[in-house]
């Protein structure tokens, strides 16, 4: 397994507060994960173990955007203008190239086919915290499919889970070249809590800045007022308390959570993991 991404977290308000005494930022590792890539002896060999893998990827960050497009219909309607969180995933859906065809499906048909929204709790290796969204029209099926694939990977479903996240506003923004201490500039400047240093599905570098809810209009004005390409603003579950994981941790959890995102009712998947240093 190949860990190829990483997440540097900075607490903004605590920067401000010492900035003049110690320049040193605070940094963290968080665990992104894609199947290891190996070279054949022809050119199939290359393109199957290279474009499959995307391909895959590709189809799944669909179907889940198709998920998310059918929660959003239902719970604010048809309408993106009334439906902010409909306005904000179709913004999300052109940036990623997704069919328009896919889209428009997936508003029609999301009062027309069954399903329920949940969110389980649960715990993984070493101990890391574990949000799970679902959507499925059978939930004894769902959590027994979850329950399986959480123990059979080292973890479990608790309660409790929940305390250690917050809903925060996110907006992401196009990293374009900027540097960490640039994105910490950017977050002061624009009102933002903490700035993060991401790969998105395609593993494209993007910067997440993090935001109080009521804040989102206006941290990305701001941003945008300064320059910064933004891609998008949401609502997300941030965790405030990490949970710190050894080398041989992170590795069960990376494929706990490739597991998790395999799962075709699981929507996305929230967790606490950073690396130890």
Request: some cysteine; glycine content about 6%; aromatic content about 4%.
């Amino acid at each position: 397994m190949i860990l190829r991404a990483f997440r540097l977290t900075v607490r903004v308000s605590a920067v401000v507060q010492s900035r003049c005494q110690c320049p040193a930022l605070h940094s963290c590792r968080a665990l992104h994960s894609s199947p290891a890539l190996w070279a054949g002896h022809n050119k199939w060999s290359k393109v199957k173990d290279i474009k499959i893998p995307k391909d895959a990827a590709r189809a799944r960050m669909i179907a889940k955007y198709t998920m998310l497009i059918r929660i959003a219909v239902r719970e604010g309607g048809v309408n993106p203008e009334f439906n902010v969180a409909l306005a904000q995933l179709l913004e999300q859906c052109r940036n990623k190239n997704l069919p328009k065809a896919t889209v428009e499906g997936a508003i029609k048909g999301a009062k027309s086919k069954p399903g329920a929204q949940y969110l389980y709790e649960a715990t993984g290796p070493g101990g890391c915290m574990l949000l799970i969204e679902v959507l499925t029209d059978n939930n004894t099926r769902s959590h027994q499919e979850i329950k399986r694939i959480m123990v059979k990977h080292g973890g479990a479903l608790c309660e409790g889970a929940r305390r250690n996240f917050d809903r925060k506003g996110v907006v992401a923004a196009s990293r374009d070249g900027i540097s960490s201490e640039k994105a910490l500039e950017l977050a002061i400047e624009a009102g933002a809590e903490d700035v993060q240093e991401m790969e998105d599905e395609e593993e494209k570098p993007v910067l997440q800045f993090i935001c109080d809810i009521t804040s989102i209009k206006a941290v990305r004005g701001a941003l945008e007022s300064l320059g910064v390409h933004t891609l998008s603003a949401g609502l997300e579950f941030v965790s405030h308390t990490p949970s710190l994981l050894n080398q041989t941790q992170l590795e069960t959890a990376s494929t706990l959570l490739e597991a998790l995102n395999d799962c075709s009712d699981v929507v996305r998947v929230w967790d606490n993991i950073h690396a130890q240093t």
